[in-house]
């Protein structure tokens, strides 16, 4: 389930890549208005340092699929700086940004002073993020070897969460039936199967690498190597918003902290991006 692209209509290179500009069936797509002709001539031969990732590659969903408004996956954290001039035009009118913004993140939860009223009928709230850790390759890159050692980190880094963060990581390699049903029943396994995912190159080696990490009160959980390396949440039944936040934030925090007192490696973050 590795991230192909159809060769039909363009001419593949000896290591079966596309050597000729590729046919993209989402015509309607921000990659088939940024990725022109000029642009593939320039890049589609290089390969990215951290994974071997390529340009093809990256618009894989955008030539395979008909339905896609993006349509671009970057493969490492490389991407951004290799393949910028097929990035940075797509990030801003997706997002409808200038060139020169930054991006700002902010998990001070003593700034927020109001909650959601108690009495409001909400059955539950859940808060997440996705995280990176640096020098490894993104989901649709990321080689085999660096899954697993991104798995093997994170085990050690579950192993030292204390009080209510404490809990257990359950791979998804050999999982018992009675673990997955559990999982299922809780509603938080992740599956297989996306078509995106698959063409995109996230679904590779599956199920190796990956698993769930949970506490005991189920209220803070860690899915490692879907499509992040880390989807971090905190959630619980009822409105506490600001409850379920803190609690993120002290999660972040300390997956952080224990991945680097693991390997010192940090969470693959830019100011930019």
């Not at 390969?47 to 894989?60: R, V």
């Not at 990035?87 to 993140?105: L, M, N, R, V």
């Amino acid at each position: 389930m590795g991230c192909g692209t159809s060769t039909a209509a363009s001419g593949a290179g000896a290591n079966g890549e596309i050597s000729s500009f590729p046919d993209m069936k989402s015509t309607r797509s921000l990659v088939a208005k940024h990725v022109t002709k000029e642009k593939w001539d320039k890049y589609h031969e290089h390969k990215t340092a951290t994974c071997g990732f390529t340009l093809e590659k990256a618009i894989a969903c955008a030539v395979q699929f008909d339905n896609q408004h993006v349509g671009l996956y970057a493969g490492d954290w490389d991407c951004y700086k290799d393949f910028a001039e097929v990035f940075d035009p797509i990030i801003q009118e997706y997002h409808g940004i200038k060139a020169d913004a930054k991006h700002t993140s902010d998990m001070d939860f003593s700034k927020i002073t109001g909650n959601v009223n108690p009495k409001a009928p909400i059955h539950s709230t859940r808060i997440r993020v996705g995280r990176s850790i640096d020098g490894f390759g993104l989901s649709p890159g990321i080689t085999k070897e660096q899954r697993l050692e991104v798995e093997t980190l994170m085990k050690s880094a579950f192993s030292t969460f204390k009080e209510d963060l404490a809990g257990a990581y359950y791979p998804l390699t050999g999982m018992e039936e009675s673990v997955r049903k559990q999982l299922v029943d809780d509603h938080f396994l992740f599956m297989s199967g996306d078509p995106n995912l698959k063409v995109a190159g996230m679904e590779r080696d599956w199920p190796e690498g990956r698993g769930i990490f949970h506490n005991k009160d189920k209220t803070f959980l860690v899915w490692v190597n879907e499509e992040d390396q880390l989807r971090i949440i905190s959630m619980e039944k009822g409105g506490d918003v600001l409850g379920v936040f803190k609690r993120l934030a002290r999660g972040i925090q300390t997956v952080g902290d224990s991945v680097k007192a693991e390997c010192g490696k940090e969470f693959m973050l830019d100011e930019k991006y």
